[in-house]
Nanobody, 123 residues
Framework: QLRLVESGGGLVQPGGSLRLSCAVS????????IGWFRQAPGKDREGVLC????????NYADSVKGRFTISRDNAKNTVYLEMNSLKPDDTGIYYC????????????????WGQGTQVTVSS
């Protein structure tokens, strides 16, 4: 049974860092694309970064370029979102999602989701 579980969210001051984890069970990362999305209050869910099954990544949010990176540990079947130089606008619920092989910046193209983890950037 496919399952995605996010963790690592929390409250952080502006300029701080967090590392989110997405633990995947029921499907190998070598045959999965894993995307990170976020949703701020009152806004649509937006794509942030995606990791293809090949290991290549795609950035969907210009606002996180140079600050966020995506990586994976195949042995742990876990994908990470490393977030640095955090800003108040990064606040929201962060979700990971899975597709067969391909990435998409549109949430409607993804069929399997985790429950989300809250990230709050505030002083």
């Amino acid at each position: 049974q496919l399952r995605l579980v996010e963790s690592g969210g929390g409250l952080v001051q502006p300029g701080g860092s967090l590392r989110l984890s997405c633990a995947v069970s029921g499907s190998a990362l070598s045959s999965s694309a894993i995307g990170w999305f976020r949703q701020a209050p009152g806004k649509d869910r937006e794509g942030v970064l995606c990791l293809k099954s090949s290991g290549d990544s795609i950035n969907y949010a210009d606002s996180v370029k140079g600050r966020f990176t995506i990586s994976r540990d195949n042995a742990k079947n876990t994908v990470y979102l490393e977030m640095n130089s955090l800003k108040p606008d990064d606040t929201g619920i962060y979700y990971c999602a899975r597709n067969d092989y391909y990435c998409s910046g549109s949430a409607k193209d993804w069929g399997s989701w985790g429950q989300g983890t809250q990230v709050t950037v505030s002083s």
